[in-house]
């Protein structure tokens, strides 16, 4: 961390540092590498919580592949009461007959991913797959494969490395445990 | 032997069908005051009237749970010698599981009701409206603590008769009618089985906008549910949890929301932890009872997060972005 904070981190809980993670997705990156050997691969990240993982896990790869993005609503209290899940920013590439891995910052719920897979599902991927760098199993609500995980997690609220709160700790390069209750 | 349930709004004529219904069928009418009587003859002696205090009292609790247990054995009793119809006290919920039963439910507009309880109690329009809304909450917070049931759910009854535009001996023959009927099911040709997949998820919506709700966080997680186009159903099971010797309902639970595809059953607590412990009992009771069934507890914080309520973007809150 530098002199300069843009704010203050003493309420987290360092949960896994920059080594950890940093050996963790060289360690993803050699497995997607392997299994899609040959494959033609299209890696679709989903925004924004995504995308710092995304590009150091893409940095880790040594085939090659592309990268697209994409992005969905959520539900919310306020908004959208009668609404449905939308897409807010669709895929630039065809993925028919592509070979897809999903890359997720957090899986919990399982419920925005759940609509994702079935979304991308109708236009007939060669594969579907689902890579996070955290996986919280105890918030599953609606069952999701996720073939490649970085860490597992219990159900506690976590920021860091692309996961917010209120777009606050996006850039912290270490992952950790938040208590929002306490603010 | 025959068994008619009836449940009623307060100021529906209630009282007066279920007797109606009982003289026309020669079946042993069963309310409050005959559980009374009943029960003092066999030493326990708890006023009905009393039951509701009981309710209100968490101190009661252990007493409460005697009387009712005293109270579903001695239904279940009578229940084997005699036809019966029973009104009130629970009686669907207690026969659920007894397919002769036939489950009736009395409504009726608030207005209606509250003319006739003027009429008949001689109030004033104040007092009336007062006792009809109290009686209804007492309703409502029986079948919630002692069977975990929505008593509002009108899909737990088998007919739904609507008291406003009929003489109440009109009201009981229909019930009669309805149980020659339910007592003798003929083939049914053109029953919800013969529907197409398509017009069955119309219906499938349309109930959905129709479903009453416990609580309006049971309505938020619903438009949750529906926003990711996941497949619901409100309270379709019961889980018997505890019973006595003879087989006898002690103790039951009805998980909020059931995910056909994920086979999933969801119980949504927005009670402070330490009010939520009978929740949990329950809970474990049924994983202990039900290995199986998939049963899960959201609780007050991780419904908050679902529903991100403590963020400002309401984007993007680290969950699955």
Known sequence: MSEKKPYSTDELKILFGKEEIEERITGLGKAISRDYAGEELIMVGVLRGSIYFLVDLS?????????????????????????????????DLSITGRHVLIVEDIVDTGL???????????????????????NVEARRIVEVPVDYKGFDIPNIFVVGYGLDYNEKYRNLQFIAEFDRYRQ | ?????????????????????????????????????????????????????????????????????????????????NDLVILGRGGSVLFRGYPPALHVRLIAQFNRRLQRVIKLYDLNTETAVKLIKEQDRQKRQYYRLVFDVNWNNLRNYNLVVNTELMGLEDAADIIIAAYRVHAEPQ?????????????????????????????????????????????????????????????????????????????????????????AWKKNRKIRRMKDLYPDVNVRLIDKKGFESLLKKHSIDQDDEGEET
Request: charged share 30%.
């Open chain 1, 59 to 91: 940095r880790r790869m040594h085939i090659p592949f592309a990268i697209d993005f994409i992005s969905v609503s959520h539900y919310t209290e306020q908004i959208n009461q009668t609404g449905v899940v939308r897409i807010t920013k669709d895929l």
């Open chain 1, 112 to 134: 925005s991913l759940g609509y994702l897979l079935r979304n991308l599902k109708t236009r007939n991927p060669a594969s579907l797959k689902v890579c996070t760098l955290v």
């Open chain 2, 1 to 81: 032997m025959g068994v008619i349930t009836i449940s009623h709004e307060f100021g529906c004529g209630g009282d007066t069908i279920a007797r109606f219904v009982a003289e026309k069928t020669g079946f042993l009418l069963v309310n409050k005051d005959t559980i009374a009587r009943g029960l003092a003859e066999h030493g326990l002696d708890v006023p009905t009237d009393r039951l509701e205090d009981l309710i209100e009292d968490e101190e009661n609790e252990q007493l409460l749970r005697q009387y009712v247990e005293a109270m579903h054995e001695y239904i279940y009793d009578l229940a084997i010698r």
């Open chain 2, 187 to 275: 083939e049914i040709k053109d029953g919800p089985g013969s529907v197409e997949i398509e017009d069955r998820l119309f219906e499938d919506a349309a109930e959905t906008e129709a479903e009453e709700f416990m609580h309006p966080s049971e309505e938020e997680f619903a438009r949750m549910l529906d926003f990711y186009r996941i497949r619901w159903e409100y309270e379709p099971r019961t889980f018997l949890l505890e019973w006595d010797s003879e087989g006898n309902v002690l103790e039951a639970f009805s998980p909020d929301f059931y995910l056909p595809d994920q086979d999933l059953f969801i119980e949504l607590t927005t009670q402070k932890p330490k009010q």
